[in-house]
């Protein structure tokens, strides 16, 4: 079973920052999207950024959009979530995804074969 492993969450006041770390197997690292999602309490997991492994694209939510940015580190097998100017709406477990269907899209998080179990990001106002 493919198993995503994520790390660095954490604790943070309003403003503040946090990179989130996951390692992701060899074999799924070609996988054409990597994807950050997340889930806030009684809400929908929602798609947060996505990462094309191929053409290098990126795609964000809109309400994450100049404060977060996805990258990668190929050599390592890594994906990373820099996110910056952090709010409390924020505040969610945070999932690394690979492996999306094809004919899926990025943001839609049943189309998604491949999960981390999840790292806490809390952030106080």
């Known amino acids: 079973q493919v198993k995503l492993v994520e790390s660095g969450g954490g604790s943070v006041q309003a403003g503040g920052s946090l990179r989130l770390s996951c390692a992701v197997p060899r074999y799924t690292y070609s996988s054409t999207r990597m994807n950050w999602f997340r889930q806030a309490p009684g809400k929908e997991r929602e798609g947060v950024a996505s990462?094309?492994?191929?053409?290098?694209?990126?795609y964000y939510a809109d309400s994450v959009k100049g404060r977060f940015t996805i990258s990668r580190d190929s050599a390592k097998n890594m994906v990373y979530l820099q996110m910056n100017s952090l709010k409390p709406e924020d505040t969610a477990m945070y999932y690394c995804?690979?492996?999306?269907?094809?004919?899926?899209?990025?943001?839609?998080?049943?189309?998604?074969?491949?999960w981390g179990q999840g790292t806490q990001v809390t952030v106080s106002s």
């Open positions: 995804a690979a492996g999306m269907r094809s004919g899926g899209s990025w943001y839609i998080w049943t189309d998604f074969d491949y």
């Open positions: 990462l094309s492994t191929g053409l290098g694209s990126t």
